[in-house]
């Protein structure tokens, strides 16, 4: 039994791991900020606000044997000074330091392996920069010092309980037999990772040596195309989906947002690509994620039985103003 620590247990990425470690009996401490603990009486939990470095240095020091750092805040954003500090204040029994990054770390581009350029210091995009900062100086710090650091680079994580407004932002609308507005030509290209996949990718860090001062991507092999994610939706629901296409200039001026409501294509999904080689992740840490399709039909047998409590109530004024822009 490991005595875990997780920086940011209690949303998504969060609950999918803590509810793997505790499934195979370690001893949790979750750091959160929150009220809410959904693990009540089955982990510990630490209040502490993620970015108080102080505060997060004590809490480390706890001896741990294995730390999974996994939360961003968003308001403010984390730097790399603040991770640092987390993981340089971790005793001696520490075995692992998974930091989970984004592969926004490399700024843009497809077909991304881990050896490709991260985005330099003065890159425009805090989140690029501020996950980019926060890799160099944790893998720096395995170089200079041995603390055993690994990052993982997914892209969209999608699965059970996403609190963005993704996977239920399609199904919303198939399931009331709306139209789907795709941008463009629908070729934009996306990557995705099973919730569930990148806890497994995070606990396979921990175990495989050669991890220690190594950055992975993890996602599933190929992305796909964003018309045919669509139709992946659909699939998974049994639904049909139809599709209207619409340039992404009409979109924009019509009101239509990708940061914030009203979406046309669901929360950031409508994003210049980054797609990611998964084969140092396969073949050193034995990471084999599942079909996009069947992650799918997983997401969607927890969509279509939830209570709706992380669902927004469906607004389809937006696209009412689109459809009559395109007749």
Not at 73 to 88: E, N
Not at 91 to 118: H, I, K, M, T, W
Not at 198 to 207: F, M, N, R, S, Y
Request: hydrophobic share 40%.
């Amino acid at each position: 039994m490991d005595r875990v620590l997780v920086i940011g247990g209690t949303l998504f990425i969060g609950q999918a791991l803590v509810a793997r470690l505790l499934e195979r009996g370690d001893d949790v401490t979750i750091l959160h900020r929150g009220r809410h603990n959904p693990f009540a009486g089955r982990a510990r939990e630490i209040h502490c606000d993620r970015n108080d470095t102080a505060a997060v240095a004590k809490a480390v020091k706890g001896g741990y044997d294995l730390v999974f750092d996994n939360v961003y805040d968003w308001q403010r954003g984390t730097t790399g000074g603040q991770v640092l500090a987390a993981a340089a204040a971790c005793g001696d029994n520490l075995r692992r330091y998974v930091f989970v990054s984004s592969c926004a770390a490399y700024g843009d581009g497809l077909d991304r392996d881990e050896d490709a350029p991260l985005a330099p210091p003065d890159c425009p995009d805090i989140y690029c920069r501020n996950k980019a900062d926060s890799e160099r100086a944790l893998l720096g710090l395995y170089a200079e010092q041995g603390v055993p650091t690994a990052t993982l680079r997914p892209p969209f994580v999608y699965g059970p309980r996403n609190p963005f407004y993704r996977e239920a932002f399609f199904w919303d609308r198939l399931t009331a037999g709306r139209p789907i507005l795709v941008p463009g030509d629908g070729s934009r290209l996306m990557h995705f990772v099973f919730v569930r996949d990148l806890v497994e990718a995070a606990l396979l860090a921990t175990q495989t040596p050669v991890a220690a001062g190594r950055a992975y991507n993890v996602a599933h092999v190929r992305p796909v195309r964003q018309d045919d994610f669509v139709r992946m939706l659909g699939e998974a629901a049994g639904i049909e989906p139809d599709l209207r296409y619409i340039p992404r200039e009409t979109a924009h001026e019509l009101g239509g947002q990708v940061f914030q409501p009203p979406y046309y294509f669901g929360q950031y999904f409508d994003m210049p690509p980054i797609t990611l080689d998964v084969t140092r992740a396969r073949e050193e840490l034995g990471f084999e994620p599942v079909s996009l399709a069947d992650g799918l039909r997983q997401t969607w047998q927890w969509y279509s039985g939830s209570d709706g409590t992380l669902r927004n109530w469906p607004d389809f004024s937006f696209d009412d103003i689109a459809l009559a822009a395109l007749a």
